[in-house]
């Protein structure tokens, strides 16, 4: 653990926290600050974002793209400008960056759109650290076209196994649809070499980047994918808005699978044609205030979290030592069993995201979670929606700490603080 690099960027995350309305405000006990580790399940909203959506409400309210009055005109340059910033942020061209309400949605659509690609006998393939929402619409897709699925396994250290991934991934291949950051183990997927095994087959490659959109850089064109999706709440914007990324041509090539108004190029009694990319993916009255609240989400990561002016440090190396930080005091925590990262600390790298699950024994992490959350700790408690991972765990539900930006050595102590008072409840039960 490096404890300088912790106590600078401990000063520059104390900063960063006054810009969140929530963290700065007594937590629901009314004793203590309140004290936010639920961030893989979504993260606090900045000034910046409730503003940019409380202007639209305010000032310009309108319908987008074909009012041709002043609030109008400018809903639409704002809308349209947010899509900008987004496509740039991903590195993506504006056509290719399609406005969703979430990661689910995005992934719902690809899975529906590439439906006429998959024969009976063709393969999909995932990993066992999927969320369900890469998961269930994948297994209805083979479901409905007689497809089999096909999934990637962990090492004993809990990372993707890239010699089955080489083995699973073949000429029947048709998709390979995976995580890039699991949100019940933080582990990083092999992004680049998963997509390499799919380009050789011709295979269809969808990444879920959900849980590593806050945290790491995302440049579509480096990956050389063909779809990724994520949501806005889980990168300081609001709820209710996604992006779908997907390669100009395929979004050409294939068919829409929601339609009605803004997606239509022209309408007889007898059919329709499909309008140009990007809206021919987006039916009906967009999530206007959502897609500017992303907007400004974006413009706040490039120009206040990721930003180094001098003297101050990477957030993303600030918050690993902030993890490795968060081990240490937890297992001090007699009965505490963290379930992921098995590795010994002096061999996990940056390339793990900030998540700790973990089990108190027989303590059930619901009551785990909420007693915590009597001294204003907020933590997650469940299976994350990532039910058959915990079943290959062995575990059926797991208590789950997740760092941001925002998150201090002290929010560490106050959950430690915490967590001994959940083993001194159950020891004296």
Known sequence: MNVKLLKQGTQRALVLGKDFPLLVRKGDTGKEKLVYLDNAATTQKPVAVISAMNEYYTRYTSNVHRGIYPLAEKATEEYENARLKVASFINADARETIFTSGTTESINVIARALEPMIKKGDEIVLTVLEHHSNLVPWQELAKRRGAHLKYIGLTKNQKLDLSMARKLIGTKTKVVAFTLVSNVLGTVSPAQELIGLARKVKAYSVVDAAQAVSHYPLDVKELKCD??????????????????????????????????????????????????????????????AEAIGLGAAVEYIKNTVRVKVRGSVDMEEYLHELFLYARVKMVTVKGLEIINTKQEEKLLNTKQAPIITFTMGDIHPHDIAEIVSRFGVCIRAGHHCAKPLHHILGVSSTARVSLSVYNTPRDIDCLVVALEKVRKVFSHG
Do not use: C
């Open 227 to 288: 779809f990724l999706a994520f949501s806005g709440h889980k990168m300081f914007g609001p709820t209710g808005i996604g992006v779908l990324y997907g390669r100009k041509e395929l979004l050409e090539s294939l068919t829409p699978v929601l339609f009605g108004g803004e997606m239509i190029s022209d309408v007889s009694l007898q059919g329709a044609t499909w309008n140009e990319l990007p809206w021919k993916w987006e039916a009906g009255t967009p999530k206007i």
